[in-house]
């Protein structure tokens, strides 16, 4: 939304200002009301980065310091990865999953021995 509205280097600074109203909107409304807000937000990889993860959220530092918790998603193959990036209580780290017609679910276990055929 923000990004559409608002195009070129000229209009960034109302569209960070505006992008940091929303989120202290959002923080006030969790808060008053008790419950977990959750923003999702696009990333993009940053060329100039040689170590480390060249992955940068596209909200800047608005999104990310005003935000709690940061969760990056990532899809690999059938599998999902969900790697805690920020946290005040959490260390980073990352989770595997499925999504299945069930739900949500842990991946099925690759490191089970299929029965050899003379074994049978």
């Given at each position: 939304?923000?990004?559409?509205e608002?195009?070129?280097?000229?209009?960034?600074?109302?569209?960070?200002?505006?992008?940091?109203?929303?989120?202290?909107?959002?923080?006030r409304?969790?808060?008053?009301?008790?419950?977990?807000?959750?923003?999702?937000?696009?990333?993009?990889?940053?060329?100039?980065?040689?170590?480390?993860?060249?992955?940068?959220?596209?909200?800047?530092?608005?999104?990310?310091?005003?935000?709690?918790?940061?969760?990056?998603?990532?899809?690999?193959?059938?599998?999902?990865?969900?790697?805690?990036?920020?946290?005040?209580?959490?260390?980073?780290?990352?989770?595997?999953?499925?999504?299945?017609?069930?739900?949500i679910?842990?991946?099925?276990?690759?490191?089970?021995?299929?029965?050899?055929?003379?074994?049978?």
């Amino acid at each position: 939304m923000f990004r559409s509205e608002y195009l070129g280097r000229g209009t960034l600074s109302e569209r960070q200002q505006r992008l940091n109203r929303f989120m202290h909107l959002l923080v006030r409304t969790a808060e008053t009301y008790n419950c977990a807000a959750i923003a999702t937000n696009q990333v993009q990889a940053s060329p100039d980065v040689f170590f480390g993860d060249p992955i940068k959220a596209i909200g800047g530092n608005v999104v990310a310091h005003t935000s709690t918790y940061r969760i990056y998603f990532k899809k690999s193959g059938k599998k999902r990865i969900a790697r805690m990036v920020d946290s005040p209580h959490h260390p980073e780290e990352e989770v595997i999953f499925t999504v299945t017609e069930s739900g949500i679910t842990d991946p099925e276990d690759d490191t089970k021995k299929k029965k050899k055929p003379e074994e049978e």
